[in-house]
Every structure is written in structure tokens, then in C-alpha cells.
């Protein structure tokens, strides 16, 4: 992803990560406890367990905080971060990654050469990535206090599932997964007048980071662009120009240019029919007698949650109407 | 007639296959082409009724000429007809796919005149697919009872998954109600694809071996497949009921389930993504989907219950040796809906067998993941399922003697018996049990369904408070909850019929 990155990093006075580090001794030293003020993103929540880390600080007397949320408790100070676009930030950040990887896997019996093996994928590091996705405020605290956790247990941690710190960063990348599954199933693409695909997703995590790779693997030579206006972020697609060979590219925007992705688009001719089309066929596929009433739950709402009908072509009423012109390609072909 | 009201009349037509799912091939995208595969499948949408859209479910055509009694599309019946051109389907497909709408294409058809020239019609479309629009995503097709094995091959080389219904649990039932089709018409083609399959399993094995020692020449694969099939196949005069036990080689290909419980054990519970093939304890086999250019996702099959008299524990025994004889993938139950008056079938306005449906699901989830016999599911005396209690809370209701079991010492296939754990769950639990005791607090955290499994569990010898400690409490707690569900209510309603228990 290109660094720059959380919305809240912007306008702020830079900060360096030594300087972080010495504030934060200093106010051990003071007797206090200190609130690290962090970006919500991997990069800022490993930085900062880095820069809690290196002033030796105990666990239980420092903790991170959303740095657009940070209030001080009594008898806390509040101490601020590099911001997650810093390089000294994403390489100590990348310092504490790779720590994890190694320590929970040295003595992990699916370990090879005492590194994470590549068939687990890294699952107990791993987690930190989908976890930091969350929306949830207390993310960057919980993640610090498992990476803690990490460090002191060492490979004992692939053991401790009922763990509470595990449990809760377990249930955060759990839920950011199925958020990234929700983008992948949920997100519909409209073709523009330029041949270019485009669709606007609005999960209740940051997934366009996480599903980008995913896309563009799907859509082969395509050139697209997905966008997430909630969490400001968007993957550009265009095989062979971005991204070296990925083809991608996955970006933060400032409101401005949100808001003019999301302008209206113009479309391809043929779009409103092959709408037009889905919706037909998904009216044609219901099966009578298994309905909600039939089952006394509503099966799809469970599947499907509400608010993501919104943006289903095939749940969208004004479809039908749109579809005046029948593309050569879908017009009467005598067979009938 | 435009595309739009094709599609409206041959998705109409597709719907009552239970079928729609996009799993079991791994192909990874391919420079200049369209999509690729995943194994675990994706839904893009979901009916009204709550069933996962995941592919374009069309019939090619649904001027049939056969006249199965229950089917909406029979020769005798009174509906507009349509068939697609195989290049009008192959563009829906893909302008579907580039919008993030489906995976693929479910591909099946009435018998557009013989079943050789529906199939070659569905090979065109499949051909322009593949090789003219350049798609690499999934495709489902069904294989007509009847059709050459050439044209077989042909469609199994071009599709993911193929599937022949088998339509109805026996072959009495088939030839009252399909006079056009026979059991070994359905049969034959099984035994094709598996052979087949069987046989590129074999040659990629021998080729892993030889990797490294020398260049392959020619297309041996394909010679590998023609030799395989036998020129003349051993005619099954009772198809459905003359199913062989595997062979000596078949056996050698798969992993034995003493391996996969060892394999169970030791997978990794802290991956975020639980792959369902890792779990199941059914024998697999050891070569990639991905190596394979032969129905790489295996064959399927589905038949209708509910509209002829075979009880639950026939279809659980067919369906275990279909799973054994054909390594079928899924065997899909479709709840016979009442659409046609036919004196021969279940008059129009009974209640579709929801339940019944859901209740063999459960229960054919229970064989392949969980290693019930069909037997101990629907037993030869009580041949035909709870409809209120899961069959496996049925299963340790009946066999309450052999709980509670000790979380902390219980082996993976006891751990899978206790209603409420499931493979993930009683994997989970021999993770954490090295680390420590486990309590019940900790079963909630690692997500067990204690509302279940609490009756039938002891941790560190001690019963859950909760749970009462007299088996026949026990049985009166869990049948009382099951049979408060919502579903059950409603359907009791709407189905009027009564609990074994």
C-alpha cells in the first residue's frame, strides 16, 4: 500500500520515533503512565509497540491509542508517534513484524529453519494484519498487548487459543475477514463509457488493502478502480502501467479526491441492459415455499446483511426502467 | 426474442437445481486471460429464500424432449421455451463475471432433440468460453444421461465440475417417473468420470515421480485417458444398486483416514480460515486440483426427495456408496416442490420437505466430515430422521451412555461426536488442552456451541453447573430447545409432523 497515509496522519508536527521513545522514558521516569498516540493502521500500532518496547517500559503501564481518540487517564501522559507515512516508523514496525514471526516460531513445530513456515502462512503474526483493519477503538491496544504477549510466550502462543488477549485480536482479524469476504462477494462494477470497471464498497473495516491483490487476480487484463469512501482508500488496476507486476496500486485519498471518484460516472451504453439482465435473473432464480415466513428466520438478511443492499445491483428497483437500449450483442438471435 | 427474456425463462427453468456451488478447483490466474478458481467458492448473492447465488445457473435450453413427471420443463408441458446461443450464453457469462456478479457458469439443459446434440451444443459454448473469450473462472455442467462417452470427455475437459443427477433414490422410482432415462444411462457416465479421474490421478503421480529425470513428450496425458477407459465398460445391469467396492489402486491413491486423523490432529488452529477439505476425514486425494485438466473439481450429483416413498436411511446408504463407489464430491437433496398434478406424485399445495431437506444435509455432513455410517444416522429399524433434533444430537441422545466425554484426554473422533463441537471446534480443543486444563469459560472462547455440547462434555472431570446430571433431564433439556427453535416451530406448522422423540 502507498504510505501516507492514515487521514488522521495529516497536518500534524512531526515526530520522531527516538524523540517518542525518549518522552515516553521520561515520563516512566516521572512515575507516570503513558498513552502512546498512535495511527490506527499496522504500521502505526507495531511502531508504537516498538517505541514502548525500546524504552523498556512494563506492559501494564503503557498503552496505545487511537491518536484522533487519545484522552489521558489520571496519572497518564500522553506521549505522540511518528506518523504511519514515516520510514523510521514502518521499519521499526517491520523490526517488531518480523520479531513476532521469528520468536513464535522458533521451537513452532511446523517451523522450517526456525522461521514461520510458509503452509501456516505466519497465522500467529498473521492475525496482526487482518486485526489492524478493524474499525474498533480499542484495536491498537489490543494488538499491543498481544504482540506483549507474543514476545513473552514465544512458540507456546500457537497453543494459546482460549487465551483472552488471543480471543479478542482473534475475534478482531475474524471479523475483518469476513469483511474482506463481504468486499469480495458484494462489491458489483459497473463498466464505464472509457471501458475501465469501477465499483464503491463501504465495508465496516479497511479491506480495499487486503482484497486489492485479490481483484486484480480476478480480473486479469482489466483496468479498475474499487472504492472505499468510509475508510478513504482505493485500488487502481491497470495490468502491465501499475504497480510493477502486481498491476495494482492501492492508495489513501484526502476527501477531495473521494468525493470525485464517487462523482457520477459515465457509463458504457450497454451497462443499464446487462443490469438489467442480473436483475432478471435473480428475480427468475427464487424457489416458492422457503422463504423467511416458510422458515421463521430470514436465511438471506443472514448471508447477506442489510446494510450492504444498498449497492446490490439486483436489490436496486430503478434497474428495470434503465435498461431502454438492447445491445447488438443481446438482441433477438432468432433462437427462441 | 432479446437475451433478457431468455434469461428470465431458462434461469426460471435452472432453479430447482440444488446445486450452486463454486468450489473445489484451485487455478490460478493465467496471463491474458479472465478470472481464475478458488477452492473454497464464493456466494455473490442470495435469494429471497436464502440459497447462495454463486453461479450463472442457466439451461442451455429448455425444449426438452424427455417427459420426467415432475419437471416443470417435460415435453407435455405448457411453458414458454427458449434456448440460448452459445455465444449469447458465453457473453452473458463473462459481462456477469468482469461486474463481480458470479464465479461462473452453471451450465445445464432440457434435451434440446438427443442428448448427444444438447451436449454438443453446450461443448460450443463452453469451447467459446474457454478459448475464445478467455475464461479462467468456473464452470459447472451437466452431463445428459445418455450422451457418448467422447462427448463426455469432451465437456470434462472444458468444465470444473460435472454432475449427472441422479434424479430420484431408486431405480423403481426413476422408471415410474422418468420413462426416458434409466438408472444406468445415470450411472455410466459417473462411472466415466471417475475412471477417468482415477486414471490423470494415476499419470500425475507417475509423473511427479519422474519429474526431474526427463522431459515428457507429446501429450501423454491424453493417451493416459484413452487407455484408461476400458473399449468395452462392464455394462451394470442394476446400475444404481451394483455399485464395486474401490479398487486396490484407488485405495493406494488416497490417503487413509488413520493418516488424516493424524493429519486432523495436528493442523494448525490458529489459521484465520478453516479449509474445508482439511477437515473432512473421508480418504482424499494426494494430487492438487490444480494439476488436473480433467473435471478438475470433481463430479456431483443431486436427487429429489420427498417425492417418492424411499426413506431417509436408503438415500444415507446411496448416498455413502455413491460418495465410496464414484468419490462423488456432494450429493445434493432438492425437497420435491409440487408444481405439476400427476397422480403419481405428492398433489399440489403439500408442504415442500423442508426439513427433511435440511435434516439430510445434516446428515450427509455428518458422513463426510464427521465419519458417520449412514447406519448410525437413520438406523435400518428407525429408517427415517428427527425433523425437530440435528441427527447428531439425535445420534448421542440415543447413545447417552457413552457421555460425558473429557475434554481434556477425549481423541479428535469422539471430541467430533458431541453435538455442538464441531472440526474446528475439537481441533481447537486438542491445541489448547497442551497448553493447560481447559474449563468451560475457555469452550466459549474458542466458540464450542456450549448450549449443546455443555450436556456432554466434562472438563477436568467436572460437569458444566448448567447442565443437568440425569441423562433423561438431559434428553428432556435438549429436545425442549431444539423443538423452541423458530424453524422447527414454523415448520411444524407448515409440515404437521412428529418428532421421534
Not at chain 1, 492508495?251 to 468525493?259: Q, Y
Not at chain 1, 421463521?296 to 428495470?320: C, H, I, K, N, S
Not at chain 2, 463430479?299 to 426413506?311: H, K, M, N, R
Amino acid at each position: 500500500m502507498q504510505r501516507g497515509s492514515s487521514p488522521s496522519s495529516s497536518r500534524r508536527r512531526p515526530v520522531s520515533a527516538e524523540g517518542a521513545r525518549l518522552r515516553c522514558e521520561a515520563a516512566l521516569a516521572d512515575g507516570y503512565s503513558v498513552a502512546l498516540a498512535c495511527d490506527p493502521s499496522l504500521e502505526g500500532v507495531l511502531g508504537a509497540t516498538g517505541i514502548g518496547y525500546l524504552a523498556h517500559a512494563d506492559a501494564g503501564r503503557v498503552r496505545l491509542v487511537p491518536r484522533d481518540a487519545c484522552q489521558a487517564r489520571f496519572g497518564e501522559q500522553v506521549v505522540d508517534t511518528p506518523s504511519d507515512a514515516s520510514d523510521e516508523l514502518v521499519m521499526l514496525a517491520r523490526r517488531v513484524y518480523k520479531g513476532i514471526e521469528r520468536h513464535v516460531a522458533t521451537g513452532c513445530p511446523r517451523a522450517r529453519n526456525g522461521a514461520c513456515p510458509t503452509n501456516c502462512a505466519g497465522a500467529c503474526a498473521r492475525r496482526l494484519v487482518y486485526a489492524s483493519a478493524s474499525d474498533a477503538p480499542g484495536m491498537p491496544e489490543a494488538l499491543h498487548r498481544y504482540v506483549r504477549k507474543a514476545f513473552a510466550e514465544g512458540p507456546r502462543m500457537r497453543m494459546l487459543i482460549a487465551d483472552e488477549l488471543v480471543v479478542e485480536v482473534d475475534e478482531l482479524a475474524r471479523y475483518v475477514l469476513n469483511e474482506c469476504e463481504h468486499t469480495k462477494q458484494f462489491a458489483r462494477f459497473s463498466l464505464l463509457a472509457d471501458g475501465s470497471l469501477f465499483a464503491a464498497f463501504r465495508p465496516q473495516a479497511d479491506t480495499i488493502p487486503l482484497t486489492a491483490g485479490y481483484f486484480a487476480a480476478r480480473m486479469g487484463g482489466e483496468r479498475f478502480c474499487i472504492v472505499d469512501p468510509v475508510h478513504r482508500s482505493a485500488a487502481f488496476h491497470d495490468s502491465g502501467k501499475l504497480g510493477g507486476r502486481k498491476g495494482h496500486t492501492v492508495v489513501r485519498l484526502d476527501r477531495e479526491s473521494a468525493d470525485q471518484l464517487l462523482a457520477a460516472k459515465d457509463l458504457s451504453p450497454d451497462e443499464p441492459y446487462v443490469r438489467a439482465l442480473w436483475k432478471r435473473f435473480y428475480d427468475s432464480v427464487t424457489l416458492p415455499g422457503r422463504d423467511a415466513s416458510q422458515r421463521g428466520y430470514d436465511l438471506r438478511a443472514g448471508w447477506m446483511p442489510r446494510r450492504f443492499w444498498g449497492g446490490l445491483t439486483e436489490l436496486d428497483q430503478r434497474v428495470d426502467a434503465e435498461a431502454s437500449t438492447i445491445p447488438e450483442r443481446y438482441a433477438d438471435k432468432t433462437l427462441n | 426474442m432479446d437475451t433478457l427474456t431468455k434469461l428470465g425463462i431458462l434461469a426460471d427453468a435452472a432453479k430447482y437445481d440444488a446445486a450452486c456451488t463454486s468450489s473445489g478447483v484451485d487455478r490460478a490466474p493465467q496471463a491474458g486471460k479472465v478470472g481464475f478458481a478458488q477452492g473454497g467458492g464464493l456466494c455473490h448473492s442470495f435469494t429471497p429464500d436464502g440459497r447462495c447465488v454463486t453461479l450463472l445457473k442457466v439451461l442451455m435450453s429448455n425444449a426438452c424432449s424427455y417427459d420426467c413427471a415432475y419437471c416443470v420443463n417435460r415435453r407435455q408441458a405448457s411453458v414458454p421455451r427458449a434456448t440460448f446461443t452459445p455465444r449469447e450464453l458465453a457473453e452473458l457469462t463473462v459481462d456477469f463475471y468482469r461486474r463481480n456478479y458470479i464465479e461462473g457458469l452453471f451450465l445445464s439443459s432440457g434435451v434440446l432433440g438427443t442428448p448427444d446434440a444438447t451436449t454438443e451444443r453446450m461443448i460450443e459454448c463452453l469451447r467459446l468460453l474457454r478459448d475464445e473469450y478467455r475464461f479462467n473462472g468456473y464452470v459447472h455442467a451437466k452431463v445428459i444421461p445418455g450422451t457418448s462417452d467422447e462427448l463426455v470427455d469432451a465437456i470434462g475437459r472444458l468444465a470444473d465440475r460435472l454432475s449427472v443427477n441422479l434424479e430420484l433414490p431408486s431405480s423403481a422410482s426413476l422408471s415410474q417417473l422418468c420413462p426416458d432415462k434409466d438408472a444406468h444411462g445415470i450411472s455410466h457416465p459417473m462411472a466415466q468420470i471417475h475412471r477417468t479421474r482415477v486414471a490423470e490421478e494415476q499419470f500425475l503421480k507417475e509423473r511427479r515421480k519422474r519429474k526431474g529425470r526427463s522431459k515428457l513428450e507429446g501429450s501423454p496425458i491424453t493417451n493416459a485417458l484413452v487407455t484408461a477407459t476400458p473399449a468395452n465398460p462392464q455394462p451394470q445391469t442394476e446400475a444404481l444398486g451394483a455399485f464395486a467396492p474401490l479398487t486396490q489402486v484407488e485405495r493406494s491413491s488416497r490417503l487413509t483416514s488413520a493418516q488424516q486423523l493424524r493429519q486432523a490432529e495436528e493442523s494448525d488452529v490458529m489459521s484465520l480460515r478453516a479449509v474445508g477439505m482439511q477437515m473432512t476425514l473421508r480418504a482424499r486425494s494426494t494430487v492438487a486440483s490444480s494439476k488436473r485438466r480433467f473435471v478438475p473439481a470433481g463430479q456431483s450429483t443431486q436427487l429429489i426427495v420427498g417425492a417418492t416413498p424411499e426413506d431417509d436411511n436408503h438415500i444415507l446408504q446411496l448416498s455413502n456408496v455413491l460418495y465410496q463407489r464414484f468419490d462423488l464430491k456432494r450429493v445434493f437433496f432438492s425437497a420435491y416442490m409440487p408444481m405439476v398434478d400427476d397422480a403419481r406424485l405428492p398433489e399440489q399445495g403439500a408442504p415442500v420437505p423442508l426439513r427433511r431437506e435440511h435434516r439430510l444435509y445434516q446428515a450427509d455432513w455428518l458422513m463426510r466430515y464427521y465419519a458417520f455410517s449412514p447406519d448410525e444416522l437413520a438406523t435400518p429399524e428407525e429408517p427415517w430422521l428427527d425433523l425437530d433434533v440435528d441427527p447428531k444430537l439425535a445420534w448421542a441422545l440415543r447413545h447417552i451412555e457413552r457421555f460425558p466425554v473429557e475434554v481434556m484426554d477425549a481423541p479428535i473422533e469422539v471430541l467430533l461426536r458431541v453435538p455442538g463441537v464441531g472440526p474446528v471446534g475439537a481441533r481447537r480443543i486438542i491445541t489448547a488442552r497442551k497448553a493447560g486444563p481447559v474449563t468451560f469459560d475457555d469452550l466459549a472462547r474458542m466458540r464450542i456451541t456450549l448450549k449443546r455440547a455443555r450436556h456432554f462434555l466434562t472438563c477436568g472431570g467436572k460437569r458444566d453447573p448448567k447442565s443437568p446430571l440425569d441423562a433423561q433431564l438431559i434428553r428432556e433439556k435438549v429436545v425442549s430447545d431444539a423443538k423452541q427453535s423458530a424453524y422447527n416451530r414454523t415448520r411444524r406448522h407448515a409440515e404437521g409432523q412428529l418428532s421421534l422423540f
